[in-house]
């Protein structure tokens, strides 16, 4: 894997709900101490908004003034926002795990959610309801209705010659997540010392 000075190191991670997207985003982040974007954060305004269809010029705007940071780490499937994030991105990473990894988690997180009062994005106050869990835009239904779409897109990303530039890292394992968590981190803390 090609060294990156930290100061340039953006990481795109992209997979289907469910996946361990925004964590292990947000543990790589931390461990690098570079900003953590969370698009769906960005995406979602009070009372189920969604930014990117209400204000995708907004949306737009507000990604990339996150992207235009020297590092980060980001997470999501916006595929309005996509070709900026990947654009300036450093690296790929994209979990691709089977319906057999992603279902329970998904459904693991809606229903210890729904039993939490506490906010999916600070200030939104949006909180997971047992109602919403039979609409189409649920995670639930969306995660299984979407997997094979999402595959697909994301196999055609990692062979568009366009993303060259990018170390790109597809797992179909969580311990294949853990293993390049721990690669990434002390690979950049090497370059750091270098």
């Known amino acids: ?11 795109a991670v992209v997979g289907s709900s469910g996946s361990g997207k925004s964590a292990f985003a947000a543990r790589l982040a931390q461990r690098l101490a570079i900003p953590h974007v969370e698009l769906d954060a960005i995406a979602w305004r009070p009372g189920w908004v ?10 737009i705007r ?9 590092s980060w780490v ?5 595929s309005l926002v996509q070709p900026l994030i990947l654009a300036r991105a450093t690296h790929l990473v994209w979990l691709d795990y089977g319906r ?4 329970p988690r998904v459904l693991k997180r809606s229903f210890l959610r729904a ?30 209705d979407n997997h094979a779409r999402v595959r697909a897109r994301y196999a055609a990303t990692f062979a568009d010659p ?7 890292h597809r797992l179909a394992r969580p311990r294949d997540a853990a293993r390049l968590l ?3 981190t002390a690979g950049q803390a090497a370059a750091d010392c270098g």
Not at 74 to 78: F, L, V
């Open 115 to 144: 039993l939490s009062p506490r906010e999916l994005w600070p200030g939104t106050g949006n909180r997971e309801d047992f109602r919403r869990w039979l609409r189409p835009d649920h995670p639930i239904r969306w995660t299984w």
């Open 1 to 11: 894997m090609a060294r990156t000075r930290l100061a340039d190191f953006r990481v």
């Open 100 to 103: 057999s990894v992603i279902m």
């Open 50 to 59: 969604l930014l990117s269809k209400s204000d995708p010029a907004a949306f």
């Open 74 to 78: 980001a997470d999501g499937n916006y």
């Open 162 to 168: 366009a993303r060259a530039q990018l170390t790109k």
């Open 182 to 184: 721990a690669r990434l």
């Open 62 to 70: 507000l990604v990339q003034d996150a992207a235009a940071a020297d």
